[in-house]
């Protein structure tokens, strides 16, 4: 079960849906969790919130898993990821979105870094206690795709900048390569800054755009 805070505007506007404020719609999220996980329940669930009120409401077909299917949250913010920490069995490591302009919302690379990684990882952490080891945190790319190549510093140096253009954040070629969000090199190169994060920061789970592009990452990782 996939769920977030909403931050695309434009997407909201597609659907006639109106874009609150951000804690409005962390308000929201976190009370739509404990509505899913109702209604996943046994029997009739109850609910009587500030945006949602459910009453005696029971919803087959009922799920195979108990208590409920697994919860998958990304985000960002504090908030978001401390809530994910609490309720989810997946937590996705997102940057957060510039301030501004929603109409063509864009990243805030400085959160995209490997320093920051770190901080999102203290704060789940600080907010899930004992069950941190049961969780399963994910990440994936952010301002271009994976590359395959024998040039990562010269690839990283292009990344780098078109973040500049696109959000007018400077990030130097090192924390392009670091950062969780960018992989760039060999094959070898990226297996083992997959190995590295998840040491480093407990990252199991990545997301990556190209299936064709990425088959022999999987091979290479398979088993390990």
């Known amino acids: 079960m996939g769920i977030g805070a909403g931050w695309n505007k434009p997407e909201h506007l597609a659907l006639g849906l109106p874009f609150e404020p951000v804690g409005t719609r962390i308000a929201r999220l976190a ?7 109702g209604c996943f329940g046994p029997g009739p669930f109850s609910f009587d919130g500030e945006h949602y009120r ?3 409401h029971d919803g087959p077909p009922k799920p ?4 409920h299917p697994p919860f998958f949250i990304g985000g960002g913010s504090r908030k978001v990821l401390s809530l994910a920490a609490r309720e989810a069995q997946g937590v996705g490591l ?11 919302p864009k990243p805030d690379a400085r959160t ?20 941190f080891d049961t969780l399963e945190l994910n990440t994936y790319t ?4 994976l590359v395959i190549t024998s040039d990562a510093r010269g690839e ?24 969780p969000h960018v992989f760039i090199g060999t094959v070898r190169g990226i297996v083992a800054k997959f190995t590295e994060m998840r040491e480093r920061f407990g990252i199991c789970s990545v997301v990556l755009d190209d299936p064709e592009t990425s088959a022999p990452i999987v091979q290479a990782l398979a088993g390990r």
Not at 64 to 67: A, K, T
Not at 114 to 124: D, H, M, S
């Open 31 to 37: 009370e739509a969790v404990a509505v899913l996980k």
């Open 54 to 56: 459910i009453t005696a």
């Open 64 to 67: 195979v898993q108990r208590p």
């Open 94 to 104: 997102s940057p957060r979105m510039l301030p501004g302009d929603q109409s063509d």
């Open 112 to 131: 995209m870094t490997a320093a920051a990684t770190e901080e999102k990882v203290r704060w789940i952490r600080e907010a899930a206690g004992d069950r």
């Open 142 to 145: 952010v301002f271009g795709p």
């Open 156 to 179: 990283a140096g292009r990344r780098a900048d078109v973040i500049r253009h696109a959000t007018g954040v400077e990030l130097t070629v090192e924390e392009v390569m670091d950062s």
